[in-house]
């Protein structure tokens, strides 16, 4: 016995509202037996109206990839589409259908994102080191030197190192070294580092299959009615 209505039903009832009709067109003649114009024909090609209609029973949300999130929508419709909703008003469930989906939203995300690096067990390490290096070194040295020397008898002589000029030497030499030195040094070391291992392993493959279908199920007992 029907309690509720079916996922079909309430398709149905949203392409009437569109003007959509099954079995005459627009123009009164009679399309029953044209493909095109079959309901069940547009759910099976979830073409744009179905995706309008499924995407509004989410209330808009879904998946972060958009190509991942029609794959699970229209799953999810060939699933259920002749199955009873559980709630007396499409309001109702659509309220239940969307808690579930939050509950579940994360995990489905990285079912259909990382399915691959599961299977495969892949590992990724990345590093980057970075060096700078800045080194000025400056020196400077000076240096003075005074000779003086005589041989003639003098009262005077200049013995002041610090004064060039000898009046009474009879030879007088003069030195002065001055030497300066910078040095500047500057260097930049960078590296990078990628590191990425896939092990294909059956065993992994064969524990995949079905993740999706375990989803639905949660849909299943949270959704629909248990009845067949």
Known sequence: MKTTITLYDYIQS???KKGLNEFVDSEGELVIFEEDHQFIEKIFRYDEDIQQ?????FFGNGLIDEEYDKHFKKNFLY??????INRQTIESFKLQ?????MSNEDYINRVYTDLDDYVTQKNTSESE???????????TNTSN????FTDLPQNQVNIDVDNTELDYATDNTITKNKQENEQQ???????????ENKNYNLDEL?????????ILSVFDSKCFMQVW
Do not use: P
């Open 14 to 16: 949203e392409l009437i």
């Open 206 to 214: 064969f524990k995949s299959n079905g993740l999706l279908e375990q």
């Open 145 to 148: 030197n005074r000779q003086a």
């Open 129 to 139: 080191n970075t060096q700078d290096n800045d080194q000025t070194n400056t020196s």
């Open 97 to 101: 259908l969307l808690s579930t989906f």
């Open 79 to 84: 699933k259920f589409v002749n199955r009873q």
């Open 53 to 57: 209609i499924i995407n509004f029973l």
């Open 185 to 195: 040094t500057k260097g930049n070391t960078k590296g990078n580092s990628h590191t």
